[in-house]
């Protein structure tokens, strides 16, 4: 059956018609590991996507990092490995001009076969989270900003990475934060990118140079849609990596590529407007208003049950250090960057907050729906998040955030927040994903292995 949510046909004719030449097209759903995955289809072959929707095995939304199945979820032999149905997500076919001029894109949301959306669809995650605001009169203005690394494409002779070489032959050495020359090394690739945000309709805007040697940061629009918004960091991350590919350098979204550098966040801004566009937030006060404070409250009260969301990866966890500008204590202050809930400077109808604990290697969806999952809680419950953190937010004794994997995911699987939200079924799925990605990680020998322990043992 097909759900009212599944984009027009009239939308690929459109498509179609403006873009005789575009031959080959992506299809792809982002799965609860937040990697894409789908075909490759042929033109010809897009009517019946937009038509009847495309046949698609629920067991890729459970799937490892690597792609390896989790048969623990029951979704692989149990299941019969069945197939759900993929839905064109409206908006979101587009040209991607990294691939070449005849390439194009289009988003998935997964389905069951009569047509409801498929509970452990990330965008159906999201998707609930914000029902409970709709209920209520409200909606979320969220922007996601993405830190990210873009690396040689070539790895050293012992397995790492490194930076390319700029004009002069040279590697980049010195964190020259909001500096030029990294951008004007990676010239070509930021054209490249801009290029490919404004075919895609992703509003991309400044370049800034991050607290490492290549690292940058691109400004994503906020948008009072956060699944559009989150559609927009997916998009923009598998552009980057198209950009970087084709100019043979690697865009990575890794939150600690660099032992001795600074990790690559996801923070996510966020307010929220009434029935009538007016942000709640908004007061000439620099705090804000008191549902500011309750929003705050909740999505303080949710951090340490979401960690593992937030931090999904083992790679997440070594980002979290002291003086990082990774948050490791619970807290909350005004244009304060050392804790996890930050108030930025602005004019009054700006005032928001900015959450600071996510990777970039964070599903988008999933983060965000932990974020207002806590939000809408703390509105609702008018939750006090206590004074706010003056100075130095890693020398408070606020609450130790869970920073391992394992602890994060005993949390998680207590997180009374997430389990209201998402349900009950969700956060165990997830929570098994990333349990058997764990034991995975951990049954791998690794060269730091024989450093250690090899001749001292």
């Not at 076919?93 to 076969?113: C, I, K, N, R, V």
């Not at 900003?145 to 010195?174: C, H, M, N, S, W």
């Not at 801009?194 to 040697?213: F, L, T």
């Not at 997830?430 to 058997?436: D, E, L, P, S």
Request: proline share 7%.
């Amino acid at each position: 059956m097909r759900p009212a949510t599944a984009a027009d046909p009239a939308e690929l004719d459109a498509f179609l018609a403006a873009h005789p030449d575009v031959e080959t097209f992506d299809i792809f759903y982002t799965n609860l590991s937040g990697v894409g995955r789908g075909k490759r289809l042929r033109r010809h072959e897009m009517v019946g996507a937009y038509r009847d929707g495309r046949f698609l095995p629920g067991s890729v939304l459970v799937v490892d990092i690597t792609g390896l199945d989790v048969e623990e979820t029951g979704l692989v032999w149990e299941d019969g490995d069945a197939d759900r149905v993929a839905w064109p997500v409206p908006g979101t076919l587009s040209l991607a001009p990294w691939q070449g001029p005849q390439a194009a894109q289009l988003m998935l949301a997964m389905h069951e076969l009569d047509g409801t959306p498929c509970v452990l669809d990330p965008r159906q995650i999201l998707r609930g989270v914000l029902d409970r605001f709709a209920a209520d009169g409200l909606t979320p203005v969220v922007a996601c900003e993405l830190e990210f690394y873009v690396v040689d494409a070539l790895r050293t002779e012992a397995g790492g990475i490194q930076l390319p070489k700029g004009p002069d032959g040279l590697r980049p050495t010195q964190p020259q934060v909001y500096g030029l020359d990294d951008h004007d090394i990676e010239s070509r690739f930021l054209a490249d990118l801009w290029a490919a945000c404004d075919a895609m309709g992703v509003p991309a805007g400044a370049a800034i140079s991050e607290y490492a040697p290549g690292q940058h940061e691109v400004t994503l629009a906020h948008k009072a849609d956060a699944l559009a918004a989150c559609d927009d960091a997916i998009r923009f991350k598998r552009a980057a990596k198209g950009c970087a590919a084709a100019l043979g350098r690697t865009a990575t979204f890794m939150a600690k590529p660099f032992a001795d550098q600074s990790g690559s966040g996801f923070h996510i801004h966020v307010s929220v407007d009434d029935a009538q566009g007016c942000n709640i937030f908004a007061s000439d006060a620099a705090e804000g208003t008191d549902a500011l404070r309750h929003a705050i409250g909740g999505a303080a009260g949710a951090l340490a049950g979401s960690m593992a969301v937030l931090a999904p990866n083992a790679n997440s966890y070594r980002r979290f250090r002291r003086n990082s500008y990774a948050p490791v204590r619970a807290g909350w202050g005004l244009n304060n960057r050392t804790v996890p809930l930050r108030i930025p400077i602005g004019p009054p109808p700006s005032r928001h907050f900015e959450h600071r604990v996510a990777g970039a290697d964070a599903n988008p969806y999933l983060a965000v729906a932990a974020v207002l999952a806590g939000v809408h809680d703390g509105l609702t419950r008018k939750v006090d998040p206590g004074p706010a953190v003056s100075g130095d937010g890693y020398a408070t004794e606020g609450e130790l955030l869970p920073t391992d994997w394992a602890s994060a995911l005993a949390r998680l699987e207590m997180s009374a927040v997430l389990k209201a939200y998402w349900g009950e079924r969700v956060v165990a799925m997830f929570a098994c994903v990333k349990r058997i990605e764990l034991e995975r990680f951990n049954a791998v020998v690794l060269p730091l292995d024989y450093d250690w322990v090899l001749r001292s043992a």
